[in-house]
DNA sequence: ACCTGAACACCGTTCAAGT
DNA sequence: ACCTGAACACCGTTCAAGT
């Protein structure tokens, strides 16, 4: 075993933001602590002082970072159905589903107010923002081929994204009905909501 | 002043329910504590003990006693537009926003995976079933109406219900663009939502 | 049955000090 | 510049003890 160097880390920053998303996989939401990720990253409880301001200020860090996968692995699927809209928004959809229940405590981290003032932190308000455009973009070529009906692309993209926004969370919550759950896969119940805001392509 | 029984509260477990609930809407969800709560409910810190197992236990009372009033206050709305089955959808989904806003921490609470183990609290889990039967049954009568497409009833109010929500979430979390937000005010952001599933009544 | 007070392990944050 | 170790105030939870 290679002794770990108990000083001048390198790269601490960004290894605390690893250490972070480790343990928020392995012990949820409420055993992330700044101590911990201190512990795993092999410093002292304090060290993260010298890189982030709080605990706030890591968590902002690991939601930015997390934005911005979240915003490559939809990208890929962006491209990959560029010829087909309507399909391109499902796969879109479904991506962001797989998103969040591959890493359900980080989704929850981004979206669930553990992060109280976003505001405060520009890095996240940039990179919440550039994967809303991206919906909006898919979202206006499903209104040029007539897969979804017309009006502002803005609000149109930001039903879309609610509707499957709601649904993982309400998932993620266990709160929606056995019922429901039984009648279709995961799939297909994005597939079916997606349904409801689309136009049917027969007429 | 009334001198304060240091014992014997009388109906201590109710006390405590509505001190979190007041703590919650003072110092929000980080700010709540178990130690706070019995503070507030004047008894020690160690007094919830004897009617809470534990503070996921706390969190479950109250949550359940939100998704009571919840399932009040839009039952209220419910009777209230009976004979007119796209309003009262409508004035459900307002009543529910309403809500959230009114107090956000409580919603959050209810909602955002505070309480990690939700089977746990059978009393939380029939509530939050039977406010999603409440959506169901004004579902159904838009379908009826030919406001909403046909389809499994649970389905499609699925689809409401995570539209709505999903929306709330994103507000709460300011994560909805500052352009849609001046387009319309929450009210019409909140029909233009529900007009994107809802079948057109001119035709 | 209902509540207290001391105790324990854990937490976020600060700060003087060390290299 | 980067990190440590001690310290402080706070937390959830347990438990022996008191009425």
Redesign the pocket.
């Known amino acids: 075993m290679p002794k770990k160097k ?5 790269d ?2 960004n290894a605390l933001i690893k250490a972070g998303v480790e343990i928020l996989a392995k012990d949820g939401v409420s ?9 795993r990253a ?17 968590i902002a860090a690991i939601s930015t970072e997390g934005f911005r996968q979240l915003y490559e692995q939809v990208s890929v699927v962006v491209d990959e159905y560029k010829t087909n809209p309507s399909r391109q928004l499902i796969e879109v959809a479904w991506a962001y589903v797989q998103f969040a229940l591959d890493d359900s405590d980080r989704f929850k981290v981004m979206f669930s107010g553990i992060l109280e003032k976003e505001k405060d932190y520009p890095d996240f308000v940039a990179e919440s923002h550039r994967s809303f455009q991206l919906v909006k973009t898919v979202v206006e070529a499903n209104q040029a081929a007539g897969a979804l009906r017309s009006g502002p692309p803005d609000l149109v993209a930001l039903s879309a994204w609610s509707m499957i926004h709601g649904f993982i969370m309400l998932l993620l919550e266990g709160q929606i009905s056995h019922t429901a759950l039984e009648q279709r896969d995961l799939r297909g119940l994005v597939e079916f909501q997606l349904e409801q805001i689309m136009i049917r392509n027969g007429g």
């Not at 108990?6 to 390198?10: D, L, N």
Request: proline share 3%.
């Open positions: 108990t000083y001048h880390h390198g601490l920053k055993g992330l602590s700044l101590r911990k990720v201190a512990a092999g410093v002292s409880h304090a060290a993260p002082y010298a890189h982030f301001a709080d605990k706030q200020s890591l």
